[in-house]
């Protein structure tokens, strides 16, 4: 596990306004969701995911798994 998090980077839930602004304009309520949109958008990449609903109503960019 020690080795697997020196891959990871830990981004604190500090984008509250972006985040609530992304769940207002999408109608969601995931806020674990809107703050993983918002993260990716801001490091210029995108999710990984199998949950393309709802990245898709956040307007996040996505790949699906």
Not at 4 to 21: K, M, N, Q
Not at 34 to 50: D, P
């Amino acid at each position: 596990m020690a080795r697997a998090l020196r891959y990871f980077s830990i981004h604190p839930f500090d984008e509250s306004v972006g985040v609530g602004l992304r769940l207002a304009d999408s109608g969601t309520s995931d806020v674990v969701d809107a703050h993983l949109a918002v993260v990716a958008e801001g490091l210029g990449t995108f999710i990984l995911t199998t949950d393309h609903d709802d990245m898709s109503r956040l307007n996040a960019r996505f790949e699906r798994y």
